[in-house]
T-cell receptor, first 115, second 112 residues
Framework: GESVGLHLPTLSVQEGDNSIINCAYS??????FIWYKQESGKGPQFIID?????DKRQGQRVTVLLNKTVKHLSLQIAATQPGDSAVYFC??????????????FGQGTILTVHP | NAGVTQTPKFQVLKTGQSMTLQCAQD?????MYWYRQDPGMGLRLIYY???????DKGEVPNGYNVSRLNKREFSLRLESAAPSQTSVYFC???????????FGPGTRLTVL
């Protein structure tokens, strides 16, 4: 199977609990942030994004919080389900003028949801 | 729309062999990227192409070459494969006005 994540931080929760995954980003000039979900054997999939002019954004069962003062990003998953089990990555980007360039990815967190 | 497609899905090479990983996107994106993903290392950028006709090195370019064949296609070539290149390779594309990158399903490469 997929061997990604042998040394990544892990979070284990029970089905139905809320999950919070944290991420510290590095570039104070970053103005766009994304959370990706990566299931075993698949490519990263977009979950939610937020721009630096916001501090909170909500999607379906997910909320992203941005604290620019301490350069911290969090992903909250409500009523976590076994299908949410995956590796979660945060990523930051910077428009640097008129266009976005390379994403910088965080280390990733393994979320395991127990039935 | 297929999004980002990659071929092959799996490949086993012997040390010293060469191969090309193919990537195509149908979203009319200007920017394309090649990443590798190793256990515990997250995603590391190998090469990227900000627009058709341009390519630039990323974090880990050694041992690789790329070609931006046209706006849709971006290939990654290993000229002389080494065991250290055993990894999962992901291609991605993006509209540079937006920031989000869309990923392909990956190629799992093993070099013996």
């Amino acid at each position: 199977g997929e061997s990604v994540g042998l040394h990544l931080p892990t979070l284990s929760v029970q089905e139905g609990d809320n999950s919070i995954i944290n991420c510290a980003y590095s570039n104070s000039a970053s103005d766009y942030f994304i959370w990706y979900k990566q299931e075993s054997g698949k490519g990263p999939q977009f979950i939610i994004d937020i721009r630096s002019n916001m501090d909170k954004r909500q999607g379906q069962r997910v909320t992203v919080l941005l604290n620019k003062t301490v350069k911290h990003l969090s992903l909250q998953i409500a009523a976590t389900q076994p299908g949410d089990s995956a590796v979660y990555f945060c990523a930051e980007n910077w428009a640097g003028g008129t266009s976005y360039g390379k994403l910088t990815f965080g280390q990733g967190t393994i979320l395991t949801v127990h039935p | 729309n297929a999004g980002v497609t990659q071929t092959p899905k799996f490949q086993v090479l012997k040390t010293g062999q060469s191969m090309t990983l193919q990537c195509a996107q149908d979203m009319n994106h200007n920017s394309m990227y090649w990443y590798r993903q190793d256990p515990g290392m997250g995603l590391r950028l190998i090469y990227y192409s900000a627009s058709e006709g341009t390519t630039d090195k990323g974090e880990v370019p050694n041992g690789y070459n790329v070609s931006r064949l046209n706006k849709r296609e971006f290939s990654l070539r290993l000229e002389s494969a080494a065991p250290s290149q055993t990894s999962v390779y992901f291609c991605a594309s993006s509209d540079p006005r937006v920031g989000e990158q869309f990923f392909g399903p990956g190629t799992r490469l093993t070099v013996l």
